[in-house]
């Protein structure tokens, strides 16, 4: 299994990037994608989540609203659309994936499958 996120880069605040998780080895409909960040000197948080079931989304409270995650299931793709971006949410993010069939969504330790990550920077 591999996971290739792309999309990352500098963007104003306010502004707004699209990431994007390529995976191959596992399809979407296997199990749950997540998207993570970690910033400098922090620890590694949830942000995303899309299931196989019904292709239900989860949130962390400080993006909702304001991102939104989305899957390909012809591109075996995940996307998360950021938008009104700030500087706290600049930090490098990782794509995630398991064939678990329930999972508690925001532990990354539930998550088998982890691509390289792409890093994002908003400046004020």
């Known amino acids: 299994v591999q996971l290739q996120a792309s999309g990352g880069g500098l963007v104003q605040s306010g502004g707004s990037l699209r990431l994007s998780c390529v995976i191959s080895g596992f399809t979407l409909d296997a199990g749950y994608i997540a998207w993570f960040r970690q910033a400098p000197g922090k620890e590694r948080e949830p942000v995303s989540c899309i299931s196989n079931t019904r292709s239900t989304t989860y949130y962390a409270d400080s993006v909702k609203g304001r991102f939104t995650i989305s899957r390909d299931i012809a591109k075996n793709t995940v996307h998360l659309q950021m938008n009104s971006l700030r500087p706290e949410d600049t930090a490098v993010y990782y794509c995630?994936?398991?064939?678990?069939?329930?999972?508690?969504?925001?532990?990354?330790?539930?998550?088998?499958?982890w691509g390289p990550g792409t890093l994002v920077t908003v400046s004020s």
């Open positions: 995630a994936a398991t064939g678990s069939s329930r999972i508690l969504w925001g532990m990354p330790q539930e998550y088998e499958y």
